[in-house]
Nanobody
């Protein structure tokens, strides 16, 4: 079992930056694939970015490619999502998710563990 806690959300202006953190506890994190998802008001939860544990490969939704960067620090049991050039449409609750010994998935069912989410609001 692993517990995930997101932090770093808040209010940003369009064009600004935020860095989200996903801290894991309960088990060593280095064999978990990790994904970031987001859910805007009245919308479905959607995949944003993911990082594999085995080779460090990263994956991004087209809507954030070139603006967001996912990375991990296994020594700190933490995965980050650096968000630059933020847009109002990035406003959502952001969730991190993890799955043991598997590859990154772009769907919710690919992850067994979820954090509680952190709100990101981007003003125009």
């Amino acid at each position: 079992q692993v517990q995930l806690v997101e932090s770093g959300g808040g209010l940003a202006q369009a064009g600004g930056s935020l860095r989200l953190s996903c801290a894991a506890s309960g088990r060593t994190f280095n064999r978990y694939a990790v994904g970031w998802f987001r859910q805007g008001p009245g919308e479905e939860r959607e995949f944003v970015a993911g990082i594999n544990w085995s080779n460090g490969n990263t994956y991004y939704a087209d809507s954030v490619k070139g603006r967001f960067t996912i990375s991990r620090d296994n020594a700190k049991n933490t995965v980050y999502l650096q968000m630059n050039s933020l847009r109002p449409e990035d406003t959502a609750v952001y969730y991190c998710a993890a799955d043991y010994n598997s590859d990154v998935a772009s769907t919710r069912k690919g992850y067994n563990y979820w954090g509680q989410g952190t709100q990101v609001t981007v003003s125009s």
